[in-house]
């Protein structure tokens, strides 16, 4: 099975952009396993970067930029088993995705 990497952008308004990207699982990790390790490696905040992992930015484009409500950080809300195709930009696993974070 693919896993499906969940993630939101949310600005200091609480506004909220959500967003999903699904990389193959070539090893078989479990969504658990996965999910524990980049629960490490984010912290108890659980905040990343999109551009430095990868995946899509969330930024609501709709809006200008306001340094008041933007920051450049995203949040990880989870990791499920999928039987959906791959559909990351660059075809990686998910071990990929994990190497990168640490």
Request: charged share 25%; with cysteine; aromatic share 14%.
């Amino acid at each position: 099975m693919n896993i499906e990497f969940e993630y939101r952008y949310r600005d200091y308004g609480n506004f909220k952009n959500y967003n999903s990207v699904v990389f193959g699982n070539k090893n078989n990790l479990a969504s658990k396993e996965i999910d524990r390790i980049i629960s490490e490696v984010l912290g108890s905040d659980q905040f990343f970067e999109a551009s430095r992992l990868g995946v899509p930015e969330m930024f609501f484009k709709q809006f200008p930029y306001d340094p008041e409500l933007d920051w450049p950080m995203h949040e990880y809300c989870g990791v499920s088993e999928t039987a959906s195709p791959i559909n990351d930009a660059q075809s990686r696993d998910i071990s990929d995705l994990l190497s990168r974070m640490e």
